[in-house]
């Protein structure tokens, strides 16, 4: 099965700055997305990805994705204290029946906002 | 809206007990339910996936006869990890699909971290 990998593991920066996390992925996907998580706590979705699509926004956040060569930025613009969180890449896999389908999660990038 | 819970949040069990999670969307009706887990410091891994009235599906390497999932109505999954072990001591997550909508949304709950004694 296809497994997410993003780097950098683990990301420290000044708050103000933006932070910059990638993802790649190895098989085919139906959409990409993109969760936050603070520690011991449950996920927080922050944006889906469409296979068709190049580039997202939401508010401080971007997501790009490139489908030839397998892979997605997060940018988290002007970040704040707030923003540390462990982030994580998440595909969805190509539907041969419809439905719903379960999700392949990345490693994830451990993001330290310094005040 | 969009609501799943879990329950319970935490639970500590001794080794050779069997323990029950429930997951549930509060206001929507699921199609499909899906357990992960989590390890300290990993990123979570999907175990298996239930559709309501059916048996669940389990990824490989998750035993079956150990998870034991049932998704006896379109809100609710239950997850029961038999005769438990301190390796299976971990942070386990649920999200729902809703019946309604877009299927390539899921709603997770808040997890639950299992410590097992």
């Known amino acids: 099965s296809q497994q997410g990998e993003e780097d950098p593991q683990a990301l420290s920066i000044q708050e103000g700055e933006n932070a910059t996390m990638n993802c790649s992925y190895k098989?085919?996907?139906?959409?990409l997305q993109w969760y936050r998580q603070n520690s011991g706590r449950g996920l927080v979705h922050l944006i889906l990805?469409?296979?068709?699509?190049r580039e997202k926004h939401s508010g401080r956040l971007r997501v790009t994705l490139d489908t030839s060569k397998k892979s997605s930025s997060l940018l988290i613009t002007a970040s704040r204290a707030a923003d540390t969180a462990s982030y994580f890449c998440?595909?969805?896999?190509?539907?041969?029946?419809?439905?719903?389908?379960?999700?392949?999660f990345g490693k994830g990038t451990h993001l330290i906002i310094q005040p | 809206g969009a609501v799943v819970s879990q329950h319970p949040s935490w639970v500590i069990c001794k080794s050779g007990t069997s323990v029950k999670i429930e997951c549930r969307s509060l206001?929507?009706?699921?199609?499909?339910m899906f357990w992960y887990r989590q390890f300290p410091k990993q990123s979570l891994m999907l175990m298996a996936t239930?559709?309501?009235?059916?048996?669940?599906?389990?990824e490989q390497g998750v035993e079956k006869d150990k998870f034991l999932i049932n998704h006896a109505s379109l809100t609710l999954s239950t997850l029961t990890v038999t005769s438990a072990h301190p390796e299976d001591s971990s942070f386990y997550i649920c999200?729902?699909?809703?019946?309604?909508?877009?299927?390539?949304?899921?709603?997770f709950g808040p997890g639950t971290r299992l410590t097992v004694l």
């Open positions: 999200s729902a699909s809703p019946l309604v909508g877009a299927p390539d949304t899921q709603y």
């Open positions: 098989t085919s996907i139906n959409n």
């Open positions: 990805i469409r296979s068709n699509e």
């Open positions: 998440a595909t969805g896999r190509v539907y041969s029946g419809g439905g719903a389908d379960g999700l392949t």
């Open positions: 206001d929507f009706q699921a199609t499909t």
């Open positions: 239930s559709n309501e009235g059916s048996k669940a599906t389990y």
